[in-house]
């Protein structure tokens, strides 16, 4: 299939990898140039802006917040614009349900197909080809997208005909992990301060009744204070949240532990976090406890 | 070895009929007659009173709370008169770090040996002696107990010489499970109201990030609103939560997402959910957005 | 004074008659017909449309939110298309800091002025013009403006020359009114299960240590749950928290007790409550508590 | 009247002078000796030991926790063992619940009568016999107490004849007062980010909807940080906020605002904040947002 990608960050750039090995014809697109040098050599065309990714069937977008996805969608060269008629965007980046729903409009009115195809995963897995699609959009959009979503996934979710549907999945998915973060961020401060050792305390743990990764990854990062590099930026984290809340408040669903997340993300930002890995929330309770 | 053990509820019968299984000379004892009627005809003796089980080299206590344990305990014919000098009090019961500190000291001054052996797990996992045991205490007293808790656990571990410290482990294990309920609740009702479908959400949790049983039992009986018979009964974890609080209080380690549980707790016992399912905290989420 | 006077609702109405009363030239403008009537009678001039209300020195808009100024502030009609150079727009509605501070640069970009002069005060008082008027601004315009804020209220503060400033000492009065609504609402629950008196246990409060009218008023209507009919609607209270919580997020100001209120108004939104007056939030910590 | 008074600290040295002022015959116990010097000169009695305070027709306690009440109620020498049948016990210190309930049933199987009179109000209320005192017992011992409450206190209300209510509404109205703090910690922290100066932010809350005493004597501390010397020590503001949830636990009343309360008394004093003033509390908010 001919295919655009536009986005090459940590996430977009094993993606698009994944498309290029699976043996479509992918034209790249990334607004910080250099970064698609590697693909490249490996036969992807490189788009000088994004309106040449869009020459295709189908356009990934990959990008940070609501905000690059606007200024790729919109405007005279966006994607609204230069997208064929009846071809597809597939969206992945973890935008707001708002702004997918907006899209899911703007995009019928041109003609064209949107789906959402949010991804589940962690750098390493995208260059694996193993991350997870959770995907919704209407049935034949769908239809068209599944052999580029397997291409990049190891499974390919379909929840709901709605777009923004898979939005909400995978912000919640993120709400999910944050909890886990914090509710380990206290848990370690407690057994911190009566001086059982963390690691020991980890072990257990994860050897015993929270034996998955998400515990194991994050306990580990948060026991030892390991903040940086970021796998995942506290900027984002942060962003996630508020964009869980944003839905939450739409649909009216009070949430007090998403509030508490947002409240503790604050915190993390207003003292320089920024960078950090996301997890360093999950250091915030030892610092009120009086720890470190 | 010749043991007493105090305490056959869903989880002590279990472990009781593994120490027998193990080829101990157990004698046991609960304050509601007939509990005893199948490990008799197993083998096991029977105590008329608590201080008839502590006969032997260790006695196990394993009860609902401070109160259960305090009323064998003391008393002219509670363990600490009963337990010959030398002789191991192993208390599995989930009580608070108070009282489990009280407990060393006491035992102590009477010349007798106690550590703290509290156990993760849910009652089948009893009854299969595949517990995990979390054990603190003089390590003379953990290598007698050692064979003991091997019996009853697929693992022991030994956490800290001084025995309060597992019960604060468990405690904490207890908050983390807890975590896990309220974040799922609070997930599902933000999905439901968005319309995807719980069970497939759930499917996709469990299958790709969260793949820990833990989030596989609860998700279900959450989704589904079966709450009852309860595995483990709302009131037992609101005094879990209420001890984990207590801990922190004395520690001086705010943890605000046990201060929500606290809260959920309360809101589910005020509405009469005193025998459901602790999970049912993970309800709220969506009565409070309106649903159900 | 030659002034526009655009929103004739609650606050809006007593706010435009006391500038007649002062014996300003006052043209107004609501989106409903028939609410200027009265206004008519006693000298007011009927604008047919925003842009008739923008022929003066200066010109008001109270309106109920951000939406609603937009409409009246944008497009070939708008405020700003309309307004002479030098006039001034006087922004007395509860709007988003965001908004306020985009205000300001397009109205000095189309070379008018702006002030944002949030009121305190509920109907009543605005009747009387007894408000309390927050404003921020320029200093020269701040200077024009003063004749018509004494006029609308007993007191004039100016806070800042930066017109934002004023949005959110607004804001955040009404977060500190809806935090008094919560903790009457918890206190009074606590003291009801144990069978106090409600009534009593205010006139304590109240004569007391919380002699302010903002514990009489709310505690009254609290212990009564006489929600009906609001003076300040649940739906107004939330869409304030929320700009609150808005405006904290771009400082990057943890604030959980608004987080709380925020749960708590979309708790009772969730339940058919956006009729209600504001202070129904009170009432939840008695529901959660298993009271009526 | 004959009458003793046990606890003659910032609080109950005022409330002794008065009664003294009063008229009555007071027998005064200090467990730090030197503290009655100044009462003595102006006629009371020194007594050596609390027994010897109980053999008037009435003792006072006004103590700082339920420690240091239950060590002079009982034991072989304590009040419970000294006072005569038909005397009464009037306790305004700030107890829990529980043991109010209990000296309740003790006093009652002695033979004499116990009511609870707890105050509101600072020292130099104390000093002033300008106190607030809330009282609950049985109509013929508050009937004897009467003219003693008066002595001490512009008002005494009496809400019940349970006497552990009055020790209730105490605990809630400090709940009350902590929530003050907290919520102006949170506002100014907000409007400091934006630069708005807080001695005129507070100038305005407190001359418009917040013109309440406390709303103006915390305001200024936590805007000018002066947390010493301490009024009233966030070590025994964290202790009310614990006695109110844990008679909030009894009666199954969840309240969230106590419980962020809770973990806010918890970072104070795990921050080494035990001897600062409890509105130290107000301080968080801004530290938490990056300030100072």
């Not at 309106?51 to 405007?75: H, I, N, Q």
């Not at 959009?141 to 923004?164: C, E, H, W, Y």
């Not at 998403?258 to 320089?272: Q, V």
Request: hydrophobic content about 50%; glycine content about 8%.
């Amino acid at each position: 299939m001919k295919v655009g990608f536009i986005g090459l960050g940590h996430m977009g750039f094993g993606m698009a990898e994944n498309l290029l090995r699976a043996g479509h014809d992918l034209t790249v697109y990334n607004r910080t140039p250099g970064k698609d040098e590697v693909l490249l050599q490996k036969g992807a065309h490189r788009a000088h802006q994004a309106a040449e990714a869009c020459r295709g069937e189908a356009v990934f977008t990959m990008l940070a917040d609501d905000r690059a996805v606007e200024s790729v969608v919109y405007g005279d060269r966006g994607i609204l614009a230069s997208l064929p008629k009846g071809a597809l965007h597939i969206s992945s980046s973890t935008i707001s349900v708002a702004l997918s729903d907006r899209l899911t409009a703007d995009h019928a009115a041109a003609g064209q197909q949107y789906i959402a195809a949010p991804v589940l995963g962690r750098p390493e897995m995208a260059a694996a080809g193993q991350l997870f699609v959770v995907a919704a959009g209407a049935p034949d959009a769908i239809n068209t997208a599944m052999r580029l979503l397997q291409a990049i996934g190891q499974k390919a979710f379909v929840v709901s005909d709605t777009p923004k549907s898979a939005n909400l999945v995978k912000l919640s998915a993120n709400f999910l992990i944050a909890s886990v973060i914090e509710s380990l961020g206290e848990a370690l401060a407690l057994v911190a301060k009566a001086e059982v050792d963390k690691h020991q305390y980890l072990d257990i743990l994860t050897s015993t009744l929270f034996n998955a990764p998400v515990y194991k990854t994050y306990g580990a990062i948060i026991a030892d204070g390991r903040f940086e590099p970021a796998g995942f930026a506290a900027l984002l984290g942060q962003k996630d949240i508020r964009l869980v809340l944003a839905a939450a408040d739409e649909l009216r669903a009070p949430m007090p532990l998403a509030s508490l997340l947002r409240d503790r993300f604050l915190t993390l930002l207003a003292h320089r976090g920024d960078r950090l890995d996301w997890s360093a929330v999950g250091s915030l309770a030892s610092k009120d406890a009086g720890l470190n």
